[in-house]
């Protein structure tokens, strides 16, 4: 699995399971990337809002495996909000990284995390944070580009004022919330759908229903979770700093049934 790839709209391949570093300290994130990449990930995700993009690029110039062979996919602040602040992220993205360029850049909210579900769409904002986006796609800064936690509407302002359609938009995805009308909205719009915390920040774990399947199959609860994910042709970016569960994230051979995906999307 960690040698197979989604190819975006662009032509682009990016690794089908990539490491999530939401909430790892600088410290941490090194050891976490370079067992990550021991094991055979090549898809490392960060954001500024996660402060840990250095050690990340520290992690990953220690491992020894070229930076050529990493997808590395990182999220401007949702705070900026404008052409001049979009510019200004992605330059600081790409020293703190110590690389020329990043494999997927991402706007890391449509709104302001201050102001989550307030009544200010930001539309004319986002319009402009994507026209420095694509400049740096054009420059060859950002191999790809994209969105997270991106609504319909969200991605229809896009839409409407792009050159460049986004790769992707990264969402909350997992087993009890699987966002069917972004999806089918991203997959009509050839945008591939990467989805966070698929065991859902750890909520999912101990669920007896879910545990049972797993035992089914002699996989952990959190594998049943993230194959759940693949199967629906959703990008997971499961996280852990044990190098075990690291490896066992990935350890994706097996398949689950019709009848059980369908317990799996009927859950609640």
Not at 44 to 72: C, H, L, M, W
Not at 85 to 101: F, G, P, Q, V, W
Not at 233 to 240: G, M, N, Q, R, T
Request: with cysteine.
């Amino acid at each position: 699995m960690l040698n197979e790839h989604f190819t975006l709209s662009n032509g682009v391949k990016i690794p089908k399971i990539g490491l999530g570093t939401w909430q790892i300290s600088t410290e941490d994130v090194v050891s976490a990337v370079k067992a990550a990449i021991r094991t055979g990930y090549r898809h490392i995700d960060t954001a500024v809002g996660y402060g840990n993009e250095r050690g990340v690029a520290q992690g990953i110039k220690e491992s020894g495996v070229p930076r050529e062979e990493i997808f590395i996919t990182t999220k401007i602040p949702a705070e900026a909000k404008s052409y001049e602040c979009a510019k200004d992220a992605i330059e600081k993205s790409l020293t703190d990284l110590d690389t020329h360029y990043v494999d997927q850049m991402l706007i890391h909210a449509p709104w302001p995390w201050a102001d989550m579900g307030g009544s200010n769409t930001y539309f004319t904002e986002n319009a402009a944070v994507w026209k420095a986006f694509e400049e740096g796609y054009q420059a060859g800064k950002l191999k790809s580009i994209g969105v997270s936690n991106f609504a319909v509407k969200d991605l229809e302002n896009i839409l409407n004022n792009c050159t460049i359609k986004p790769h992707a938009n990264q969402i909350s995805y997992h087993i009890g919330k699987t966002q069917k009308d972004v999806v089918d909205f991203c997959n009509k719009n050839n945008i591939l759908v990467v989805g966070y915390s698929p065991i859902a920040t750890g909520r999912l774990l101990n669920n007896p229903q879910i545990q049972e399947i797993a035992d089914k199959y002699g996989v952990s609860l959190p594998q049943i979770c993230i194959k759940f994910v693949l199967q629906q042709d959703v990008l997971p970016i499961p996280k852990s700093t044990n190098e075990e569960r690291i490896r066992q994230n990935a350890d994706m051979n097996f398949e689950i049934s019709a009848a059980d995906m369908e317990t799996l999307i009927r859950f609640e």
